[in-house]
């Protein structure tokens, strides 16, 4: 797994797949509410999944919001 993708494969990704990748590699966690109210992404996990398949290391953490609703967060770990 490696924390980028190269050139060739980011030039293929799909419009969402690139949203979802473009916010990654900013160092923010991403969830599926983000996603959706920010990238107009519906399918944030599918996004992920297929990321993950082109070899992207993505990592993931259940979390709870302030109101105790359970949520999973996304991020990748971008070197400085």
Known sequence: MQNSLNDATI???????RLVYDYL???RQLSRQVAINTLN???VTTR???LKKLG????SEWKRDFGG???KAY??????
């Open 11 to 17: 030039i293929n990704l799909g419009p969402q797949q």
């Open 48 to 50: 992920i999944s297929e």
């Open 25 to 27: 590699m900013t160092g």
């Open 69 to 71: 609703t359970r949520y």
């Open 56 to 59: 992207l290391d993505i990592k």
């Open 41 to 43: 992404v519906q399918e």
């Open 75 to 80: 991020w990748v770990e971008v070197s400085e």
